[in-house]
């Protein structure tokens, strides 16, 4: 659903660990221009080094003196890349790829705040909010020689806008139009304000794509993506591989250590594992739980993780009959008419049992969109339903649904998938549920539930800093990733006055109130949040995985 899909993944798909201040940053830009928790990990941020199980490790910048020129770094990854087009991607996947080859106007320090990146400042808001002035670097290169200016950041947010199957339009909000009075300023005009925008151009929405290459390849712009970064697209095998070479024509060249990075598709967590071992690979994405604990001892391997500010969840489909983008229509299912039959389902599911017995503890017990560790969160939107299976059965009987009730669920085709959705499985039997596992391959799998051909998914989020971009744009009648068909007013009206608002505690208090609509409805039964485990060879310096998720492998080299 970037979105990060997959088991381990978004995702996204798709932000981690404790969220210091992005959210702050962007209410401060607006303005200036504005149960109890259930996370139990140690969440004690440290930089490079071997970590332990629950310390936040997210790795350290290169030393240049250390570190030597050239060489091909090998990333397995644990899923292949939905498209390498910052407009229609959705998987956590392909942002690994877009760090290398696709600057942002801003990006996410380790700290989870924003800084910039192509932009050289914070955006400037009026004070109505509803004006964001941006200034731009100067004498920077696409991959193609084309110049960066305010006319390129034009041309990309357009295509976000408007360009049929966009995942970024409901991530930029009500933007009414986008000045250039000269090619190193960026004026983006809204017809309300907007708090979560900042954040936003920090992601793919904040990508910038060559004008040549848009012209040229339009809506084919994956097949051969040209933008701004360290590294350029070489070459894609679809379900095996992708290449990116080093650009000479980066404006921060000397900081780019190595020739080539090579991402392979390796979707077996322990065969990822394996080639870390034999260092047939450097950096493997996605490490299992279950081979995290044996890595920690590894004195060849780093382990880098965190708390992610996602969730993995299962999305029901209500009202997905015609596709993704196309008018909403409900389904005639039980499960997707009545949202008893989805509480149930939810009452069914014992997370503290999932998390300890498929995790080994490293993740986390979710019920929300809202991370714990978001300043954002609150009591209300913590608050997580007991594991309840005979209130599950009493609830399908109030709907007059006969048990056990039988429905279909995809899932990823890799073994941690499958082992979660065997676990699922015998667990909802207690609640009155059969559940038929229906595994797909990953790149189906997206396909499927944008064609809405499916009853139940098991998919996650990566997670973002701003709530906003965890939620709206998956239960938002208008969100361009609402998979699930789900459309309350109530909910609409309280996101976007969320959206909104520049004053902190009412943002908190509206996403407490979401939190509950959404437990009372369930389109998404959240599940847990998983702990972000990634693997790095020793001779390998300078990987870094900050809170938003991504590997960053840009300015890494292998070590003298």
């Excluded at 490079?48 to 770094?73: C, I, M, N, P, R």
């Excluded at 305010?150 to 295509?159: E, F, H």
């Excluded at 196309?326 to 008419?337: E, R, V, Y």
């Excluded at 809405?452 to 098991?458: A, I, K, M, P, V």
Aim: charged letters at 20%; hydrophobic letters at 40%; glycine letters at 8%.
């Amino acid at each position: 659903m970037t979105r990060r899909l997959a088991l381990n993944r978004f995702s996204s798909s798709t932000c981690r660990r404790s969220v210091i201040g992005a959210g702050a940053v962007v209410a401060l830009a607006l303005i200036g221009a504005a149960c109890s928790p259930v996370d139990s990990t140690n969440d004690t941020a440290s930089g490079g080094g071997q970590s332990t199980a629950g310390q936040d490790v997210f790795g350290e910048a290169a030393d240049a003196a250390q570190v030597k020129q050239g060489g091909t770094l090998t990333v397995a990854l644990s899923a292949d890349p939905d498209k390498l087009d910052p407009t229609l991607s959705r998987s956590l996947y392909s942002r690994y790829v877009f760090h290398t080859m696709c600057e942002k106007l801003y990006d996410l320090g380790s700290d989870a705040k924003v800084v910039p990146q192509l932009a050289t400042a914070l955006p400037t808001v009026s004070s109505d909010g509803l004006s964001l002035t941006i200034p731009l670097k100067q004498g920077v290169k696409f991959a193609d020689g084309g110049t960066f200016d305010s006319n390129a950041v034009k041309i990309s947010l357009n295509r976000h806008l408007t360009l049929a199957g966009s995942a970024r339009k409901s991530e930029l909000g009500p933007i009414t139009s986008i000045e250039t009075p000269d090619p190193k300023t960026v004026v983006i005009k809204l017809s309300k304000p907007f708090a979560p925008l900042t954040a936003a151009l920090a992601d793919r929405a904040g990508m910038v794509l060559s004008p040549a290459a848009v012209s040229k390849l339009g809506a084919n712009f994956s097949n051969a993506p040209v933008c701004v970064g360290p590294f350029k697209f070489a070459s894609r095998v679809p379900q095996n591989s992708i290449k990116v070479v080093k650009d000479p024509q980066y404006y921060d060249a000397a900081k780019v250590h190595l020739d080539a990075i090579e991402y392979r598709i390796i979707t077996d967590a322990s065969i990822r594992s394996a080639n870390l071992k034999s260092g047939d690979a450097q950096v493997a994405d996605s490490l299992s739980t279950q081979d995290a604990p044996t890595l920690l001892k590894d004195d060849t391997v780093s382990v880098l993780q965190s708390q992610s500010l996602g969730y993995q969840g299962l999305t029901v489909n209500i009202g997905n009959a015609n596709g993704i983008g196309n008018p909403l229509k409900q389904l005639d299912s039980p499960i997707a008419k009545d949202p008893r039959v989805r509480q149930a389902l939810a009452l069914s599911i014992d997370r503290e049992a999932l998390v300890k017995s498929i995790f080994n503890g490293l993740n986390t017990v979710a019920c929300s969109p809202v991370s714990p560790k978001s300043e954002f969160t609150s009591d209300a939107a913590q608050v997580c339903p007991a594991h309840d299976p005979a209130k599950a059965k009493q609830l399908l009987a109030d709907a007059g649904v006969t048990t056990p009730y039988k429905v279909e669920m995809i899932t990823s085709n890799n073994p941690d998938s499958l082992r979660l959705a065997q676990a699922l499985q015998g667990m909802v039997k207690d609640g009155g549920f059969e559940l038929v596992i229906k595994p797909v391959e990953y790149a189906a799998l997206l396909d499927q539930q944008d064609r809405g051909d499916f009853e139940l998914l098991q998919l996650g989020w990566s997670g973002r800093v701003d709530p906003d971009a965890n939620i709206f744009n998956f239960v938002g009648t208008s969100g361009s990733q609402n998979v699930s068909g789900y459309s309350n007013p109530d909910v609409d009206k309280l996101l976007t006055d969320a959206r909104q608002s520049t004053d902190h505690a009412e943002r908190v208090k509206l996403y407490g109130e979401v939190t509950t609509k959404l437990q009372q409805d369930d389109p998404i039964i959240y599940m847990y949040r998983q702990r972000n485990l990634t693997g790095v060879s020793k001779k390998l310096l300078g990987i870094q995985v900050y809170p938003d998720g991504v590997i960053r492998t840009a300015f890494a080299g292998f070590s003298k």
